[in-house]
């Protein structure tokens, strides 16, 4: 009997000690998957702190990309503006003085319709006054020193013609400008390059004219063109309307002709019919800056400062209002080709 207790006993330690074991190894993988899931865990905070990071970053790149883009934006157009102010007062100026009644607006930017989709331009015109169902785009040539737009040298001073030789074929323009007191440069824009301001002009026109045609089709109005010498200092030689096949662009030289130009634009039939007012949308809707000129009511605000009315306008009537440009357009930015 005692053997049997004794028999007992020692199955009752070995079965305490398995126990032990079976508890200790229980313990064990029970704390070695809790490490486990807590070492999972630190990682999946780690990797969603660092998705965090990312998108941070990214939020950060992307603000810092779009505060690029609104100041290249706001460069390029207060440049362009800068550019455009003298030339644009001027014209305010003479319109005021003829009584014009019309539209003007600076700094159009808008994409050229012959444009591939995936190669965008962001074509810019300085001017476009409209005067009626008249559309004029005029093209700012701030050039001092002496300017042939046109005109052979020689036919201004045989002297000239020494020196100088025009291009062969279409419009064409030749500057000649001082650089330092010793040097003086001689600046050549030949027909086939598309620089000479006359061919610029009417290649411009014929793309907005494009551009507003896709819009509204054959009402799209025609668009004249004009190249207009505005600086003081500059000695312009040149043809009242520079001709090539059946399209014309009047040329201006300074508030004189500028004057002479407008005053017989004006006084042809399509400016004394009405404009249709959906195009008209359509040409403020591009420009950076617009002044309404002549009995109508025009705002005071603009994006180059403020204008004053001319008197006999009617304060409380309603008229166009200046419109700012706020925001990127995407393809205004892409640092491909801009004209």
């Known amino acids: ?18 126990l032990a074991l079976v508890l200790r190894n229980t313990r064990r993988r029970h704390a070695a998957r809790t490490a486990a899931q807590e070492a999972l865990q630190q990682r999946q905070a780690q990797s969603h702190d660092d998705q965090l990071r990312g998108l941070s970053r990214q939020h950060s790149d992307a603000l810092a990309d779009q505060r690029s883009r609104t100041a290249a934006y706001e460069a390029v157009t207060l440049r362009a503006m800068g550019w ?22 600076t700094n159009i930017v808008f994409v050229p319709i012959d444009t591939k989709p995936f190669y965008r ?33 020689a036919a201004a001073h045989p002297s000239f013609g020494r020196l100088l030789a025009p291009p062969p074929g279409g419009p064409f323009a030749v500057q000649i400008v001082p650089d330092t007191p010793e040097h003086w440069i001689v600046r050549t824009y030949p027909s086939r390059s598309s620089l000479a301001p006359a061919a610029q002009a009417r290649r411009q026109a014929a793309r907005f004219h494009h551009y507003l045609a896709a819009v509204h089709g054959p009402s799209a109005p025609r668009v004249d063109t004009c190249v207009f010498y505005s600086h003081p200092n500059a000695q312009v030689f040149a043809r009242p309307k520079d001709t090539a096949g059946d399209f014309s662009t009047l040329i201006a030289d300074g508030y004189d002709g500028l004057r002479r130009v407008l005053r017989g634009y004006v006084s042809n039939p399509s400016s004394r019919r009405a404009m249709p007012s959906a195009v008209l949308e359509t040409l403020v809707d591009v420009a950076t800056d617009v002044v309404e000129l002549g009995t109508a009511p025009m705002a005071v605000e603009s994006d180059l400062g403020a204008v004053d009315p001319v008197d006999g306008f009617d304060d409380d009537a309603p008229g166009l209002t200046i419109r700012e440009v706020r925001g990127v357009p995407d393809w205004f930015t892409d640092p491909r080709h801009h004209d």
Not at 1 to 18: H, K, Q, R, S, Y
Not at 86 to 97: G, L, Y
Not at 123 to 131: S, T, Y
Not at 134 to 149: A, I, M, T
Request: proline letters at 1%; charged letters at 20%; aromatic letters at 6%.
């Open 84 to 105: 455009d102010v003298a030339s644009r007062d001027m014209i305010i100026d003479v319109c005021e003085e003829l009584g014009v009644a019309g539209v003007l607006m």
């Open 121 to 153: 331009y962001a074509a810019q015109v300085d001017h476009v006054l409209v005067v009626g169902a008249s559309v004029l785009l005029v093209e700012s040539k701030r050039w001092n020193g002496v300017v042939f737009d046109g005109i052979n040298p």
């Open 1 to 18: 009997m005692e053997l049997f207790w004794e028999i007992v006993a020692g199955l009752a330690l070995i079965a305490v000690l398995v």
